[in-house]
Structures are given as structure tokens and as C-alpha cells.
T-cell receptor
Framework: KNEVEQSPQNLTAQEGEFITINCSYS?????LHWLQQHPGGGIVSLFM???GKKKHGRLIATINIQEKHSSLHITASHPRDSAVYIC???????????FGTGTRLKVLA | DTGVSQDPRHKITKRGQNVTFRCDPI?????LYWYRQTLGQGPEFLTY????????KSRLLSDRFSAERPKGSFSTLEIQRTEQGDSAMYLC??????????????FGPGTRLTVT
């Protein structure tokens, strides 16, 4: 069965902390996306990964194909990073994306 | 603004009525997705178009739902005989496919449907 699990579901951090959000999936994938959704706002794509690591500003995304696991890291977190972070996976042999349940992040000043 | 537009942004309808939503993707994007999102949940895949061809549909998409993408440009999603359970945000996203490479998806602002 094609499944995606995210952890933690909720995360509260102090400004400046290093944050890690995890995504695990069940079988081989073609692509994995990390998305950000602000309350009442639209969805923005942060990264698309099929292997390795990507960095954009304070955000870093990694994927370990053998372990079937991806992480999103936020360095020097800021209150404006408060949002829901969602992992979305396209399994091999399908065009369909399966989404994780999301991680609700709150960064306190 | 991601460049993907959706119309209308909000729709209130009575149970049993038909509704149609439109998505205009970024012009050079050949891939188009429809998703549905209910409050507090992640999006659920509904259907996928590559150019004008509908290549995959979710089993969630009952026969009351139909989607088209004529000429591989804009897309429409129609829901017939709406039910209260159809109330959700309907999201459209587009991306570019080049060879076997995959690129990020750009999401529209969504159409919020309320069925009364």
C-alpha cells in the first residue's frame, strides 16, 4: 500500500531554533515535494527532490532513497516560518500524489 | 501569485445543483492536477492531465465528478448533483514535464465550495 507518514504533527519552537520535520514513505518513489501552507493561505512549493539534498536560504531538504525517508530542516527559525509543512510523494508507476497529514509549525518570538 | 489562477474563488450552492470550476495554469506547463482539501487535512489527489489527456483519476472521483482540459490549456472540474460532503477547497496545480525530469508544482489559490 502506498503510504506517506509525517512527523511530528505539531511543533512549537522558539525563534532561532533548528527545526526538523520528517516524512517516511512505504515504497519506491518518482518524486517527493515539500510544500508550505500558511493559515488561510495558498500552497507554495518549497522543494522537489528525487535524490540527494537541496538548499534554499534557511531551508534544507534531504532524501534517503534507501531508507525511504526525507527531512525538511529550517535553520535559525523565525515567526514568519509558522505554517503547515506538507510532504507529497509520487510513487513509481503512477501520476498520483499522496500527501502527508502535514506538520503544523509555530515559531514563537 | 504563482501564476495559476482559479475561478471562482468561492462558490455557495444548494445540494443537488451542478457546479463548474475553472483553472488556468501557467501557459507553458503541460501537467495539470486537481486536488481537494478539507479543513485540517492535507490535499487529496483527484485527477491528472498531461496536455489534453486525462491520464489518471482517483477512485475518490465518483461519476458525479468530471474534468476536462480541452486543447491542453485551461481545465474545468464539474461536480453534478452536489452533496454536502463535497464542501471543500478545490485546488489546481500545474508543472512542467521535460523528458523524464519532474519539476515543482505551482498551486492556484483554490475554489472554496460550500454546499448548503
Amino acid at each position: 500500500k502506498n503510504e506517506v507518514e509525517q512527523s511530528p504533527q505539531n511543533l512549537t519552537a522558539q525563534e532561532g531554533e533548528f527545526i526538523t520535520i520528517n516524512c517516511s514513505y512505504s515504497v519506491g518513489i518518482s518524486a517527493l515535494h515539500w510544500l508550505q501552507q500558511h493559515p488561510g493561505g495558498g500552497i507554495v512549493s518549497l522543494f522537489m527532490l528525487s535524490s540527494g539534498k537541496k538548499k534554499h536560504g534557511r531551508l534544507i531538504a534531504t532524501i534517503n532513497i534507501q531508507e525511504k525517508h526525507s527531512s525538511l530542516h529550517i535553520t535559525a527559525s523565525h515567526p514568519r516560518d509558522s505554517a503547515v509543512y506538507i510532504c507529497a510523494v509520487r510513487f513509481k508507476g503512477t501520476y498520483k500524489y499522496i500527501f502527508g497529514t502535514g506538520t503544523r509549525l509555530k515559531v514563537l518570538a | 501569485d504563482t501564476g495559476v489562477s482559479q475561478d471562482p474563488r468561492h462558490k455557495i450552492t444548494k445540494r443537488g445543483q451542478n457546479v463548474t470550476f475553472r483553472c488556468d495554469p501557467i501557459s507553458e506547463h503541460n501537467r495539470l492536477y486537481w486536488y481537494r482539501q478539507t479543513l485540517g487535512q492535507g490535499p487529496e489527489f483527484l485527477t491528472y492531465f498531461q496536455n489534453e489527456a486525462q491520464l489518471e483519476k482517483s477512485r475518490l472521483l465518483s461519476d458525479r465528478f468530471s474534468a476536462e482540459r480541452p486543447k491542453g490549456s485551461f481545465s474545468t472540474l464539474e461536480i453534478q448533483r452536489t452533496e454536502q460532503g463535497d464542501s471543500a477547497m478545490y485546488l489546481c496545480a500545474s508543472s512542467l514535464e521535460a523528458g523524464t525530469s519532474e519539476y515543482e508544482q505551482y498551486f492556484g489559490p483554490g475554489t472554496r465550495l460550500t454546499v448548503t
